[in-house]
Nanobody, 121 residues
Framework: VQLQASGGGLVQAGDSLRLSCAAS????????AGWFRQAPGKEREFVAS????????DYAGSVKGRFTISRDNAKNTFYLQMDNLKPEDTAVYYC???????????????WGQGTQVTVSS
């Protein structure tokens, strides 16, 4: 599975962004998907995950209620809709695929290249 993340940018606090992750490879549909982020000087942290059906989602407490993960298996793409962005959301965001929807990054087999999200106050 190859993953390509896009959609990052520079926005102001309170704005919205939608990240996309396009997947290729015939095994994509059987994989759960996740989004992680890494701010300078910090470890990579879990943001959200979704199972391969698209029916079970999980969110980090810091983004719950503001971010929404979804997927369109027909397009081999999954998304992270980010609303009411805050300066502390500034990070490089990575998409990833795993056998099951979990929080630990080491359980993810495939990673996209990352896309920068910068939120100014």
């Amino acid at each position: 599975v190859q993953l390509q993340a896009s959609g990052g940018g520079l926005v102001q606090a309170g704005d919205s962004l939608r990240l996309s992750c396009a997947a290729s490879g015939r095994t994509y549909i059987s994989y759960a998907a996740g989004w992680f982020r890494q701010a300078p000087g910090k470890e990579r942290e879990f943001v959200a995950s979704i199972d391969w059906h698209g029916g079970v989602t999980d969110y980090a407490g810091s983004v719950k209620g503001r971010f929404t993960i979804s997927r369109d298996n027909a397009k081999n793409t999954f998304y992270l809709q980010m609303d009411n962005l805050k300066p502390e959301d500034t990070a490089v965001y990575y998409c990833a695929a795993a056998r099951t929807a979990v929080r630990h990054p080491r359980r993810y087999d495939y990673w996209g290249q990352g896309t920068q999200v910068t939120v100014s106050s």
